[in-house]
């Protein structure tokens, strides 16, 4: 897994955006389908995506409450919270308008990877931004109905729930099988 989750940070590093996407966005497929190989029912490939991106990104785009969006985000601010601050930040609900599914993500994944289009679930506007030059970021938030993502935080996001998944499923001698059996690109010099 690390030849493609390197390849989208090599992207990422060289401002390849359409790059380091279309691969972030392939990856919950992979992941999915080397933990349970297809069987070939309808919708299959859809809920596996969907369940995929709630276990390992869901808390980052989808957040329960303002205590997993602070915490997803910056976990350090937590650590300076008292119990009292906690749960009052447990209580609120997220921002809804600020919030990328994993229906979103599977719809965008369909429609971005095989039409080149971009859309939600609900086909609420989102807009993907490169990163501003003064190292800010702006990500995961609305304005005037638009949310944006940083492509490049977003796709490291992917980056590191492939890593999460990777430290998973360490110990499931099939999927590792598997996940060997992957493609891979091999240098002109070395084709023994």
């Known amino acids: 897994m690390d030849r493609f989750v390197s390849s989208i940070r090599k992207s990422i590093e ?3 955006w359409f790059s380091a996407l279309f691969l972030a966005l392939a990856l919950p ?3 999915g389908a080397l933990e ?3 069987t070939g029912k309808r919708g299959e490939v859809g809920e596996r995506y969907r369940n995929w ?3 390992y990104l869901k808390v980052k785009y989808d957040p329960e409450n303002l205590f997993e969006l602070v915490m997803s ?4 601010a937590i ?5 009292t601050g906690i749960e009052s930040l447990k209580s609120m609900p997220a921002n809804e308008g600020c919030s990328f599914t994993g ?3 599977y719809k965008f994944r369909c429609k971005g990877l095989h039409q080149g289009l971009l859309e939600k679930e609900h086909k609420e506007a989102f807009i993907f931004i490169t ?5 800010n970021i702006i990500h995961g938030n609305s304005i005037n109905g638009v949310y944006q993502l940083q492509i490049d935080v977003f796709c490291k996001d992917v980056c590191l729930a492939v890593e999460d998944w990777v430290a998973d499923v360490k110990e499931n001698l099939d999927v590792c099988d598997r996940i060997d059996e992957l493609m891979n690109i091999h240098h002109y010099n070395n084709m023994g």
Do not use: A, V
């Not at 985000?73 to 350090?76: A, F, I, L, T, Y």
């Open 14 to 16: 060289d401002e390849n």
């Open 29 to 31: 497929d992979i992941c």
């Open 36 to 38: 349970k190989p297809p």
């Open 53 to 55: 991106f709630n276990k």
């Open 73 to 76: 985000r910056n976990p350090d």
């Open 79 to 83: 650590t300076r919270m008292d119990e």
């Open 103 to 105: 229906s979103d993500c």
């Open 131 to 135: 990163p501003p030059p003064n190292g």
